[in-house]
């Protein structure tokens, strides 16, 4: 939920003073949540397919940014945050990956 609630931040804040066309929805936060999660994996997981899907968030983010989308600013922010917070020693125990509870 923190990192939802941080997405919402990171893409509202800026979308509303640097974009004409700024919304009040929730597109920008799960952009950023799902990237987040993209970041953590490509940390845990360092796999082709996960460095592929990274690039390709990544080069679309660029893309949204170019044309002028502040989806972009959700997209690269989030998987900034994501290996960031795989990475940090004080915020990996939020975003460790743990085994699914098999009961």
Do not use: I, K, Q
Request: aromatic share 6%; charged share 10%; net charge neutral.
């Amino acid at each position: 939920m923190t990192v939802f609630v941080v997405g919402a931040l990171v893409f509202n804040v800026p979308a509303t003073y640097l974009w004409r066309d700024a919304g009040g929805g929730n597109s920008g936060a799960t952009f950023f949540l799902v990237t987040a999660m993209l970041g953590v994996l490509l940390v845990h997981d360092r796999t082709r397919p996960a460095e592929a899907a990274a690039l390709v968030a990544a080069a679309g983010g660029a893309a949204l940014l170019l044309l002028g989308d502040a989806h972009g600013v959700a997209v690269l922010a989030g998987l900034a945050f994501g290996v960031g917070a795989a990475v940090v020693p004080g915020l990996r125990s939020a975003v460790a990956v743990r085994p699914a509870s098999t009961t």
